[in-house]
């Protein structure tokens, strides 16, 4: 177990439905993203935006889905607010569009750096040489997890406090990871119980991930703990990150150089702009959406 990971910035499952929370507020939109200029992305502009693409939706049932959405949100408007600089024209009629994706991405693509592949083995060495981490293969994990609402009684005890307990059981011998699950498919049903599949475990945005990719095959990661859920991990297999060899490699340098090239080229200009237009996100408000109901049913 890592008791030292109950922190309450962990916690990504709280599958939990924005809407109901946006409804539940009597027509109020709080602020959660600000740019320096001035400018908001405001809980109805998220609400509108999810409408819309209804391959976010999923994504709004938890805090780090949220997030990552507003991230995007804010990328696609600070693309538009650079178009608009450089003078990159738009389509007639989508003009007030503040939230265009297909004029964010007419602009993204002139930001891009431009990708090419080494001309030849020699340059496919030299670069395998000089870019280890365009070859390194990260950490995956088989999972299994038990979330709770955090408001449950178990056994008279507050649910964290009885994965705590259960978990010490757990880890004594004395009962399975999987009796625990079946325990908590009997209290709560609506999200997955038990094994999540193989996970890659590298995210930038996701906390969680990270510190999961540092535990052992066999470990338990929690209890943790944030807004009105609590769960615990088990890392039941491990597949530990690796540098590739050149031998693995050689044949497909060409276009893995040109996919990362282009992978790193997104995350500057994503950066740069964020950085421009002075992008933070409200992760306090963002979180007090899932406070204010109770989960979706």
């Known amino acids: 177990m890592t008791p030292s990971l109950c922190n309450p910035g962990w916690l990504r499952a709280l599958v939990m439905c924005v809407a109901a929370a946006t409804a539940s507020l009597a027509g109020a939109s709080e602020t959660l993203v600000r740019l320096s ?70 602009v993204h693509t002139k930001l891009l750096p431009v990708c090419a592949p080494p001309a030849d083995e020699k340059a496919s060495r030299q670069y395998f040489s000089d870019n280890p981490q365009a070859f390194r293969v990260p950490p995956m994990a088989r ?56 996970i890659t475990l590298f995210d930038e945005d996701a906390s969680v991930l990270r510190v999961l990719a540092t535990a052992k095959q066999g470990e338990m990661v929690g209890p943790l703990r944030e807004g009105d859920f609590a769960y615990l991990f088990k890392v039941n297999e491990k597949r530990e990150g690796r540098q590739l060899a050149w031998e693995e490699v050689a044949v497909s340098v060409p276009a893995r150089a040109v996919s990362f090239c282009r992978q790193e080229g997104a995350k500057k200009v994503r950066s740069d702009l964020f950085a421009k237009y002075g992008v ?18």
């Open 37 to 106: 200029n001035g400018e908001t992305i405001s809980q109805d502009d998220f609400s509108a935006y999810v409408e819309k693409r209804i391959d976010l939706r999923a994504s709004s049932r938890n805090v780090w889905g949220v997030q990552t959405v507003l991230r995007e949100m804010a990328t696609v408007r600070v693309l538009s607010l650079e178009g608009a600089r450089i003078g990159e024209p738009r389509q007639e009629g989508r003009e007030e569009q503040r939230f265009d994706d297909v004029y964010a991405h007419a």
């Open 143 to 198: 999972l299994s997890r038990v979330i709770l609402p955090a408001s449950e009684i178990l056994e008279g005890e507050p649910a964290a406090a009885w994965l705590m307990k259960e978990a010490e059981i757990v880890a004594s011998g004395k009962k399975s990871f999987d009796d625990l699950v079946k325990q908590a498919e009997a209290v709560y049903r609506l999200d997955t119980q038990g094994d999540l599949g193989w």
């Open 280 to 297: 933070e996100l409200d992760n306090a408000a963002i979180r007090s959406l899932f406070l204010k109901q109770p989960p979706a049913k």
